[in-house]
């Protein structure tokens, strides 16, 4: 069973940083590209970021280009969103998710992290 | 940047009846459109993929149609558990990867 589980979500002031994590089992996390999507309070869905399979290639959001970073532990089935100067619009829930294999598509989502800032 | 447009924001329906959600493109995305199902408190979950392809485990009354840049999600007899709201997103011209705004089913 495909699982995924984020983890690091709090409250954070604007210009702070926080490092999110994705645990995955469940599937060979080396083969498959990975994704971030979050979700403001009421709103819709808001791709922020993929890194392929082996983490070689990354791609980012404008909105976030430039603040956060994407990455990934094959070793460890592990990946990672580190957040810098954070702003209040970027308070959401945090989901990271599994491509398909012919990419593109996101095929399991994680439960979410809440992230806030907030002064 | 592809913009996803859904109509309606919101459709109210009773069990039984038959939901038929619109998604429109900015530009063609040929069929690499995909639907998702979003429940409250929950993760999205993957429906249809290439406009037409029904993902693992989910139910034949769900079916996809559409390419270019006009797209259908059709439940053919809505159940209870499928009042939710509905996603759909493209990766025709990525990045980025692109969402509509949503299509909110309620019960009527």
């Known amino acids: 069973e495909v699982q995924l589980l984020e983890s690091g979500g709090g409250l954070i002031q604007p210009g702070g940083s926080l490092r999110l994590s994705c645990a995955a089992s469940?599937?060979?996390?080396?083969?498959?590209?990975m994704s971030w999507v979050r979700q403001a309070p009421g709103k819709g869905l808001e791709w922020l970021s993929t890194?392929?399979?082996?983490?070689?290639?990354?791609y980012y959001a404008d909105s976030v280009k430039g603040r956060f970073t994407i990455s990934r532990d094959n070793s460890k089935n592990t990946l990672y969103l580190q957040m810098n100067s954070l702003r209040v619009e970027d308070t959401a829930v945090y989901y990271c998710?599994?491509?398909?294999?012919?990419?593109?598509?996101?095929?399991?989502w994680g439960q979410g992290t809440l992230v806030t800032v907030s002064s | 940047e592809i913009v996803l447009t859904q109509s309606p924001a919101t459709l109210s329906l009773s069990p039984g009846e038959r939901a038929t959600l619109s998604c429109r493109a900015s530009?063609?995305?040929?069929?690499?459109l995909a639907w998702y199902q979003q429940k409250p408190g929950q993760a999205p979950r993957l429906l249809i993929y290439?406009?037409?392809n029904r993902a693992t485990d989910i139910p034949a009354r769900f079916s996809g149609g559409g390419s270019g840049t006009d797209f259908t999600l059709t439940i053919s007899s809505l159940e209870p558990e499928d009042f939710a709201v509905y996603y759909c997103?493209?990766?025709?011209?990525?990045?980025?990867?692109?969402f509509g705004q949503g299509t909110k089913l309620e019960i009527k």
């Open positions: 890194i392929s399979s082996s983490g070689n290639n990354t």
């Open positions: 290439d406009a037409s």
């Open positions: 469940g599937f060979t996390f080396s083969s498959y590209a």
């Open positions: 997103q493209q990766r025709r011209n990525w990045p980025p990867y692109t």
């Open positions: 998710a599994k491509g398909t294999r012919k990419g593109g598509y996101l095929d399991y």
């Open positions: 530009q063609s995305v040929s069929s690499f």
